[in-house]
């Protein structure tokens, strides 16, 4: 069975995952991969290489993905398929790194996060979530906490531009997007099929920008056909 390393998204820890990783059951050999300990992208992929085995298949969410593309560019060769979900391969534009710094200004000066935590759902799931998925949202961003989501923040703010990664990739990709994301435009899941030689496309129905927590069980099926037999 080949090891599978799932990447956390922004403000996220192991349980966006872990829904998931259920629904996977033994279907592959799951670890969740470090990304609160590094204030970069480059950093997180460096870590998770560090700690990961000599080949593994790779898929993450959201800065997840960007960690992943950062991954390809630097040790490809490790990785035997790869998987993006609701990602962004493109530079911050101005306005967006604006924002981001007004996010972190307002959860490093708030002595409510988790009132910030839960106004964030309507961006970031669909508005049809069940409440258990709310409430593991909330809980999930309360513990990954202000700090770390301001730093994260900020690395996602200072990536590169990764679409120049996007043509070097030679393994079997499969990009998923929730079809409702409101924080990553459907039509950027295009260009990343485009932009991998031979990538698969999937759009889940009735989702938004986290489909491993969100529709963990169209994520296990799609994931499960991409690993292969």
């Not at 998770?48 to 630097?74: C, D, N, T």
Request: aromatic share 4%; charged share 20%.
């Amino acid at each position: 069975m080949i090891p599978l390393i799932l990447i956390p998204g922004l403000g996220s820890d192991f349980a966006v995952w872990q829904p998931t990783i259920k629904a996977l059951a033994a279907s592959a050999e799951c670890t969740v991969g470090d990304t609160l300990s590094d204030d970069s992208l480059p950093g997180m992929a460096e870590r998770i290489l560090s700690q990961a085995p000599e080949r593994f298949s790779l898929a993450g969410v959201s800065m997840g993905g960007m960690v992943a593309l950062e991954i390809m560019r630097s040790d490809p060769e490790r990785v035997q398929r790869l998987a993006l979900l609701d990602t962004n391969p493109c530079p911050d534009t101005p306005e967006q790194t604006a924002q981001r710094r007004g996010a972190n200004a307002a959860a490093l000066s708030s002595n409510n996060f988790e009132a910030l935590a839960l106004g964030s759902l309507k961006y970031l799931i669909h508005p049809a979530a069940s409440i258990e998925v709310r409430n593991a949202m909330v809980e999930m961003s309360v513990r990954v906490g202000a700090k770390t989501y301001a730093r994260q923040n900020e690395a996602v703010a200072a990536r590169a531009d990764q679409r120049p990664i996007l043509s070097t990739i030679e393994v079997p990709t499969i990009v998923i997007f929730g079809a409702q994301d409101l924080l990553t435009p459907v039509a950027l899941s295009e260009e990343l099929q485009n932009g991998i030689r031979g990538a698969r496309r999937h759009i889940i129905p009735d989702c938004g920008h986290l489909p491993p927590i969100e529709k963990p069980d169209a994520v296990a099926s799609l994931l499960r056909e991409w690993m292969g037999p």
